[in-house]
């Protein structure tokens, strides 16, 4: 079974508008972390924002805040106010704190390449 | 900001040849991986190293990869004899302890010819 689920293999969005990146997980380990990363064209891989399975607030990164719904298992990402330059894939990703014997590898889902329309 | 720098940003190699892939982990981390993606797929764990050994690997990081941390401040993947599906870019990344984010650098593309 897939960890990190994607169902978004590309989404368009129009600058100024907010959009939704979804993720759903599947873990039973207790503690975990839920990540965005964006890639752009270029490759690198850009850190956004991260949740643990244990805040009780959700995640916000200026115009990155992360939707944590524990008991859905969702762990959607919403982009305010979308720019030109946020055009790029986005991954979603899982540390599982117990399951990785602490040494916490990351797990990655498919992707959704966002592309915003001037 | 501090980061994870790589070196080189692209890699052309012969298959069959060897080829280190060297990357700097920001300065106060203490954990190390490695990651691949192949062109359009999605990043796959390759290994993890902390306290100057591996601590875990994936079914992927067979016995033409090993890493090391020769230095204090590279830490370096090298792949033993390259083949046409080593073609990919490779990712190192960072995190200084537990429940920190990990930091990824740029990445090498490396090309199997």
Redesign the interface.
């Known amino acids: 079974a897939q960890k990190i689920t994607q169902t978004q293999p590309g989404m368009f969005v129009q600058e100024k508008e907010a959009v939704t990146l979804d993720c759903t997980y599947d873990t039973s380990d207790p503690s975990y ?1 839920l ?1 965005w ?1 964006k890639q752009p064209s ?6 956004l924002i ?1 949740q ?1 399975s244990y805040d009780q607030q959700n995640a916000t990164e200026g115009r990155y805040s992360l939707n944590f719904q524990k008991a859905r298992k969702s762990a959607n990402l919403v982009i305010s106010a979308s720019q030109l330059g946020d055009s790029a894939m986005y ?1 979603c ?1 899982m ?1 599982e ?1 117990m399951n ?12 959704t390449k966002l592309q915003v329309i001037p | 900001e501090p980061e994870v720098t790589q070196t080189p940003s692209h890699q052309v190699t012969q298959m069959g040849q060897e080829v280190i892939l060297r990357c700097v982990p920001i300065s106060n981390h203490l954990y190390f991986y490695w990651y691949r993606q192949i062109l359009g797929q999605k990043v796959e764990f390759l290994v993890s190293f902390y306290n100057n050994e591996i601590s875990e690997k994936s079914e992927i990081f067979d016995d033409q990869f090993s890493v090391e941390r020769p230095d204090g401040s590279n830490f370096t993947l090298k792949i033993r004899s390259t083949k046409l599906e080593d073609s990919a870019m490779y990712f190192c990344a960072s995190r200084r302890g537990y429940n920190q984010p990990q930091h990824f650098g740029d990445g090498t593309r490396l090309s199997i010819l």
Do not use: L
């Open positions: 972390g990540f990363y270029s490759g690198e891989m850009i850190f991260y643990g991954f990703a540390r704190d990785s014997g602490g040494y916490q590898k990351v797990t990655f889902g498919t992707g």
